[in-house]
C-alpha cells in the first residue's frame, strides 16, 4: 500500500505465520536490491540484497523476490516471531554497489502474539 | 569502534540557532553518508564522502546545509539557521567502497526544532 501522510502501511501477522511485505520501486534501470529492517530506536539494519540478473533469493527465514517486468519487490519473512516486529525498507540503486540508494517509505510489520 | 555512533542522539533547539551532528564511523570504512528520515517517511539522501574524493552533496535541501569530513573519519553535518521543517532523525552510515551490501548505520540523531 501507499503512505498518506505520516502514517506508514502497517502489516500485522500472527506470531508463527508467513509475512509478505511488498515494495514498488521507481527505476526500471535499477540493477540492485536491498531490504533494510528498522527497529524503534535504532538504524535501518541490512537484511538481505537481489541483484537485478536474479528473481529470487533466500537468507536465513527470509525470501527476496524481484518482478523486474512489474518493477515490484517483497520480502517473505517465515514464522514470523515477535522480534520481527520493525519498520521494513526497500532500496534500489541504479548501478550495482553504487553508493547512493532510493528508499521507500517503509512498511509496519507487527506481529501479534 | 564497532558501530557507527552518532552524537546527541536527541538535540532538542530553538528555531534560527545552529547545529552540529556528529558521526564516528566503523574504523576502515572509507565511505561516509548522511539521510535523513522525516516522521513516517522513507530515507532521503543527503551526502556523500568517499575518500579523498569531492563528495556528492546533490541531496542537501539548502544551503543552510553542510557537511565536512575530517581526516577521512569523523564527519559533522551542520545546519545552520533552523527550521521547523529541518526536525527529523538524521541517520549516518558507513561501508566499505565497492562493497556493494549496503550501509552499516548508526542510530541515528533526533532533531526537534521548536
Known amino acids: 500500500g501507499e503512505s498518506v501522510g505520516l502514517h506508514l502501511p502497517t502489516l500485522s501477522v500472527q506470531e508463527g505465520d508467513n509475512s509478505i511485505i511488498n515494495c514498488a520501486y521507481s527505476?526500471?534501470?535499477?540493477?540492485?536490491f536491498i531490504w533494510y529492517k528498522q527497529e524503534s530506536g535504532k538504524g535501518p539494519q541490512f537484511i538481505i540484497d537481489?541483484?537485478?540478473?536474479?528473481d529470487k533469493r533466500q537468507g536465513q527465514r527470509v525470501t527476496v523476490l524481484l518482478n523486474k517486468t512489474v518493477k515490484h519487490l517483497s520480502l517473505q519473512i517465515a514464522a514470523t516471531q515477535p522480534g520481527d516486529s520493525a519498520v521494513y525498507f526497500c532500496?534500489?540503486?541504479?548501478?550495482?554497489?553504487?553508493?547512493?540508494?532510493?528508499f521507500g517509505t517503509g512498511t509496519r510489520l507487527k506481529v501479534l502474539a | 569502534g564497532a558501530g557507527v555512533s552518532q552524537s546527541p542522539s536527541n538535540k532538542v533547539t530553538e528555531k534560527g540557532k545552529d547545529v552540529e551532528l556528529r558521526c564516528d564511523p566503523i574504523?576502515?570504512?572509507?565511505?561516509l553518508y548522511w539521510y535523513r528520515q522525516s516522521l513516517g517517511q522513507g530515507l532521503e539522501f543527503l551526502i556523500y564522502?568517499?575518500?579523498?574524493?569531492?563528495?556528492?552533496k546533490s541531496g542537501l535541501p539548502s544551503d543552510r546545509f553542510s557537511a565536512e569530513r575530517t581526516g577521512g573519519s569523523v564527519s559533522t553535518l551542520t545546519i545552520q539557521r533552523t527550521q521547523q521543517e529541518d526536525s527529523a532523525v538524521y541517520l549516518c552510515?558507513?561501508?566499505?567502497?565497492?562493497?556493494?551490501?549496503?550501509?552499516?548505520f548508526g542510530s541515528g540523531t533526533r532533531l526537534t526544532v521548536v
Open positions: 564522502f568517499q575518500g579523498n574524493s569531492a563528495p556528492d
Open positions: 574504523s576502515g570504512h572509507t565511505a
Open positions: 532500496a534500489e540503486s541504479f548501478t550495482s554497489g553504487t553508493y547512493k540508494y532510493i
Open positions: 527505476n526500471s534501470a535499477s540493477d540492485y
Open positions: 552510515a558507513s561501508s566499505l567502497a565497492g562493497q556493494g551490501r549496503g550501509y552499516t
Open positions: 537481489i541483484r537485478s540478473n536474479m
